[in-house]
T-cell receptor, first 118, second 115 residues
Framework: SAVISQKPSRDICQRGTSLTIQCQVD?????MFWYRQQPGQSLTLIAT?????????ESGFVIDKFPISRPNLTFSTLTVSNMSPEDSSIYLC???????????????FGSGTRLTVV | AQSVAQPEDQVNVAEGNPLTVKCTYS??????LFWYVQYPNRGLQFLLK??????LVKGSYGFEAEFNKSQTSFHLKKPSALVSDSALYFC?????????????FGAGTRLAVHP
């Protein structure tokens, strides 16, 4: 199965600054996803990133706050802009596997970026 | 609306006893269902999934889950719990929206296994 490298693994940032999180996959994938997990909460999808097109954002998330790049089929970045303490969360990237039959369908997650905004 | 419900915030069980973590779903079309586990300061690990076929699916670490279409449930089970099973468990379902497939997660259930 595909291996996802996500970095940084954690960071402490000053409010008002921006942080860019990188997600590298060891194979080509069509769809990549970015999730947020606020403290003690479940995972919420931020956006879906397809190579060669604009990311599709979920309700409550906007491009100005969470710009996403997807320059090729193995890499994506998520930027958390103009951060406030409310942005303190774990951010995870994910890929969808659809190779072969439906039985191979699944989602793999990166190890996450633990962001603390002070 | 497409959704996943995990009705229990926390499940407590004694080591060696069977455990069940509940999950119900609402989705259009055939459900693709998943269970993930998250240990402290660790990423999300895949446990098992139901796509098609037998309703009882077996996964990692001795876990299994039963797909029940009439009850729209996909409860996670293990015959004999271990202290090391203590973690946060998430049920998820594939949802189709705006032409995209995406994974929707339940709120999570914290499993505490006591010696």
């Amino acid at each position: 199965s595909a291996v996802i490298s996500q970095k940084p693994s954690r960071d402490i940032c000053q409010r008002g600054t921006s942080l860019t999180i990188q997600c590298q996959v060891d194979s080509q994938v069509t769809m990549m996803f970015w999730y947020r997990q606020q403290p003690g909460q479940s995972l919420t999808l931020i956006a879906t990133a397809n190579q060669g097109s604009e990311a599709t954002y979920e309700s409550g998330f906007v491009i100005d706050k969470f710009p996403i790049s997807r320059p090729n089929l193995t890499f994506s970045t998520l930027t958390v802009s103009n951060m406030s303490p409310e942005d303190s969360s774990i951010y995870l990237c994910s890929i969808r596997r659809t190779i072969g039959t439906a039985l191979n369908y699944g989602y793999t997650f990166g190890s996450g970026t633990r962001l603390t905004v002070v | 609306a497409q959704s996943v419900a995990q009705p229990e915030d926390q499940v407590n069980v004694a080591e060696g006893n069977p455990l069940t973590v509940k999950c119900t779903y609402s989705v259009s079309g055939n459900p693709y269902l998943f269970w993930y586990v998250q240990y402290p300061n660790r990423g999300l690990q895949f446990l098992l999934k139901y796509i098609t076929g037998d309703n009882l699916v077996k996964g990692s670490y001795g876990f299994e889950a039963e797909f029940n279409k009439s009850q729209t449930s996909f409860h996670l089970k293990k015959p004999s719990a271990l202290v090391s099973d203590s973690a946060l468990y998430f049920c998820a379902v594939r949802a189709i929206s705006g032409g995209y497939n995406k994974l929707i997660f339940g709120a999570g259930t914290r499993l505490a296994v006591h010696p």
